[in-house]
C-alpha cells in the first residue's frame, strides 16, 4: 500500500509553483470534442490522473488525444462515438462534461448516471434541465443517461436553481453549437468557468457574459481547434498557501493568481498570516500564533469548498474557537474524524464545525477521504507531534502534481513510500538501479 509519511516540525520556505488548475482543464479537454475541424492544442496541463481519465473518454468517443510535456492535443474532427461508460465516470464525476459536446455534436449522448460520492450525493439534474430547455429528450435508466435531440439543440433560457459549476460548463458547451440565443441565468462565476469561455471563443463561439451570473451564447454552426493555455490552479495554490501559514513559513506561490484567491487571502489574514502580492504569486508567511476565525463555503467568489479541509487543518492550530459551516456539499466533512485521530478536538454540529484550538497534533495513521482532505492530512502532519502515515493515495493523484516532492523541495520531511514492497525485493531493484 502507498502512503505518504510525514514527520512535523520543519518550517516551509523557498518557492513552489504552481500547475494548470484540474478544475479548468477537465472541462477545456471536454470541449474540444466540439471542434469538427483542425486540432485543439491545450498547455499547462497538469500529469494528474483525472487528465489521464478524462483523455481516455474522449479516446473511447473516437477522438485522438495525445499528452506530453504538460500538452494535451486533440483531434476530434473524425464522427464521434456517444457512449462514456461506468468505468470512467465511476473513477471521475466530470466524464459527464463530455455530454453537453457530444449533444451538441452528434444529436446523442449516452453517459453512465454517476453515483454519489464522499462528499455528497451530488445529482446532475441542473445539467439535464438545461439539456431539456434546448429541445432533447433526456431517459434515465439501466445506469445510464440517454439525452438524444432531433436536428439541433434550440437556443434558449436556462434558470440554475444553484449556481452548479458543472451544470453551467455542461449547458454553455451544448449552447454554442445549438441553433439560436441560449440565456444561462444564476450561473457559476468560477475562474474556471471563464477559462472556458475563453477557449471556446478561440473556437469561434459567442459566450458573453462569464464571469457573471448572466451568460448570453449564441450558437453557431462550427467550432475549430484551437491553442488554450489553463490558468494556474486556485485550489492547489491555497493549500500550498496553507502549508506556508502553518507552519510558520515563508513560501512564494509562483503563479497563484490573487484574484481567483480573494476570499481565502481575506480569511487567513483575519487569521494573522501575512500574504504579500509579488510580481509572479503570492509571498505567504505565516504568523506565531493563528486566531480562530468563522469560514462558510459558498459558490464563488465566496470561500471554496475545495479549500475546506485544508482551511480545517490551519484552524486546528489557531487559538480559540472556530466554526466552519458547508453549504455547498451536504457531506463533506469525513475527514473531521481522521482529524480527530490527530488529537483534534473538534465537533460537527449539522452542516457546521467547531474547531477548540489550539490543538496538540499528534501523528497517526490516517486514511484520505478526498483529494483535499488527502493534502489537508498532510498539511497537519506537518505540525504534529511525530510520525504521520496517510494512505488512501489515489485521491491525492486526482488532483495534485508530486505534492510530497514540492512540500520536501520547501524543506519538509515527507516522503511517499510503497509498503508492500519487500524489503529484499526493494534492496535487488536498488542494487539494480
Ligand atoms: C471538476 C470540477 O470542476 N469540480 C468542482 C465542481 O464540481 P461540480 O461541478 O460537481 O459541483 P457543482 O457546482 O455542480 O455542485 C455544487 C452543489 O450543487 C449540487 N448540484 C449540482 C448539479 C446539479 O445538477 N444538481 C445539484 O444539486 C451538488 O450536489 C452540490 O451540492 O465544483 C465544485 C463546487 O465548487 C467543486 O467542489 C469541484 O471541485
Ligand atoms: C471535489 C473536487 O473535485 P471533483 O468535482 O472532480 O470530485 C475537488 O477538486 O476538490
Known amino acids: 500500500m502507498e502512503k505518504i509519511i510525514v514527520r512535523g516540525g520543519k518550517r516551509l520556505s523557498g518557492t513552489v509553483k504552481v500547475e494548470g488548475a484540474k478544475n479548468a482543464v477537465l472541462p477545456v479537454i471536454a470541449a474540444t470534442l466540439l471542434a469538427s475541424d483542425g486540432k485543439s492544442i491545450i498547455k499547462d496541463v497538469p500529469t494528474l490522473s483525472d487528465v489521464y481519465t478524462i483523455n481516455e473518454v474522449l479516446r473511447n468517443l473516437n477522438a485522438d488525444v495525445a499528452f506530453h510535456d504538460n500538452q494535451v492535443t486533440v483531434d476530434a474532427s473524425r464522427e464521434l462515438l456517444e457512449e462514456a461508460p461506468f468505468e470512467y465516470v465511476r473513477k471521475m464525476r466530470a466524464s459527464v462534461l463530455v455530454m453537453g459536446s457530444l449533444l451538441a455534436r452528434n444529436g446523442r449522448a449516452r453517459v453512465a448516471l454517476p453515483g454519489g460520492c464522499a462528499i455528497g450525493s451530488r445529482p446532475i439534474d441542473q445539467h439535464l434541465k438545461g439539456f431539456e430547455a434546448m429541445g432533447a429528450k433526456v431517459k434515465v435508466g439501466n445506469g445510464f443517461i440517454d439525452a438524444e435531440v432531433e436536428g439541433r439543440l434550440k437556443g434558449a433560457r436556462v434558470y440554475l436553481d444553484f449556481p452548479s459549476v458543472g451544470a453551467t460548463e455542461n449547458i454553455m458547451m451544448a449552447a454554442t453549437l445549438a441553433e439560436g440565443i441560449t440565456i444561462l441565468e444564476n450561473v457559476a462565476k468560477e475562474p474556471e468557468i471563464v477559462d472556458l469561455a475563453n477557449l ?203 505534492f510530497h516532492g514540492k512540500l520536501a523541495s520547501l524543506g519538509a520531511d515527507v516522503e511517499r513510500i510503497n509498503e508492500d514492497v519487500p524489503a529484499e525485493t526493494k534492496k535487488i531493484a536498488d542494487l539494480n538501479a
Request: glycine share 10%; no cysteine; net charge negative.
Open 200 to 402: 471556446l471563443n478561440k473556437m469561434g463561439a459567442k459566450v458573453r457574459g462569464a464571469g457573471t451570473g448572466t451568460m448570453r451564447i449564441e450558437g453557431v454552426d462550427k467550432l475549430y481547434g484551437t491553442e488554450h493555455t489553463i490558468i494556474p490552479d486556485r485550489i492547489e495554490a491555497g493549500t500550498f498557501m496553507t502549508a506556508a501559514a502553518l507552519t510558520g513559513g515563508n513560501v512564494l506561490v509562483q503563479g497563484a493568481v490573487p484574484e481567483h484567491l480573494t476570499s481565502l487571502i481575506a480569511k487567513m489574514e483575519e487569521m494573522g498570516v501575512k500574504i504579500l502580492e509579488e510580481e509572479d504569486g503570492l509571498r505567504v508567511i505565516g504568523p506565531k500564533t493563528l486566531k480562530a476565525i468563522d469560514i462558510k463555503t459558498m459558490p464563488h467568489p465566496g470561500f471554496p469548498t475545495d479549500m475546506q479541509s485544508q482551511m480545517m487543518a490551519l484552524l486546528l492550530r489557531a487559538e480559540g474557537t472556530s466554526m466552519i459551516t458547508e453549504t455547498v456539499f451536504e457531506n463533506r466533512f469525513m475527514h473531521v474524524e481522521e482529524f480527530r485521530r490527530m488529537n483534534a478536538n473538534i465537533k460537527i454540529e449539522g452542516r457546521s464545525v467547531i474547531v477548540n484550538g489550539p490543538t496538540n497534533i499528534q501523528g497517526a495513521e490516517v486514511a484520505a477521504t478526498d483529494l483535499r482532505a488527502a493534502a489537508a492530512l498532510i498539511l497537519t502532519g506537518l505540525v504534529a507531534d511525530g510520525i504521520t502515515r496517510v494512505t488512501e493515495l489515489k485521491h491525492l493523484d486526482r488532483g495534485y502534481v508530486n
